[in-house]
Every structure is written in structure tokens, then in C-alpha cells.
């Protein structure tokens, strides 16, 4: 009995564990955009490093997702430092984002 007890606590655990892993999870770049707020935060705090927010949104609306991906790469050898989710994350919201969005542009 008691160790039927520990089985399903183990397979609990491993549940929950998985749970907590896809709610975690980084929005892919293909899919739905991510939330505004991360956009924006992402965007102040890794791409105004090197760039004016008004070369950024000067590209909104004019590249595709590849384009994006693309640009992003490029920042990366340049020095740029993002992670693989933060790379996913703004690649979907600045590909997503129409011309002028307030999200990047103010």
C-alpha cells in the first residue's frame, strides 16, 4: 500500500512539473502574437540598446516573418544579447505589429 502511495505521488509530481513546463513555455514564432506589454518590453530593454525606437518602428509592417528572423540573426553576431524565447518572442510581435503600432513607437 505504501508503495502504490509513493507511485502516485511520483506521478503527480511529474504532472505537475509538466503542467508548469507548458504554461512556461515561449510562444512559437509562427502562432499567435505575443502580449503587447511583453513586445514593448523586450523591445526597451534589448533593441533601444543599440537602435532608436523610430528605426524600429520604421520597419513595421515591411517584413516578413523570415525578414525578421533574418534581422534578428544578424543582431545576434553583431552583439545583441537575447535568448532563444526572447529571438521567438520578437520575431512573432515585430512581424505581427501593423505600421506605426504605439506598442514600439511611442
Known amino acids: 500500500m505504501e508503495r502504490i502511495k509513493k507511485i502516485i ?19 512559437p514564432v509562427t502562432g499567435e502574437a505575443p502580449a503587447e506589454a511583453v513586445c514593448s518590453a523586450i523591445v526597451d530593454a534589448k533593441c533601444v540598446r ?3 525606437k523610430t528605426r524600429i518602428c520604421d520597419a513595421l509592417g515591411t517584413k ?22 526572447e529571438q521567438n518572442t520578437v520575431i512573432a510581435c515585430l512581424s505581427s505589429l501593423p505600421e506605426g503600432s504605439n506598442v514600439v513607437c511611442q
Open 64 to 85: 516578413s516573418i523570415r525578414k525578421w528572423k533574418k534581422s534578428i540573426k544578424f543582431m545576434i553576431k553583431q552583439g545583441a544579447d537575447l535568448t532563444e524565447d
Open 50 to 52: 543599440c537602435h532608436y
Open 9 to 27: 505521488q511520483y506521478l503527480f509530481l511529474v504532472m505537475a512539473i509538466l503542467v508548469l513546463v507548458s504554461a512556461c513555455s515561449s510562444s
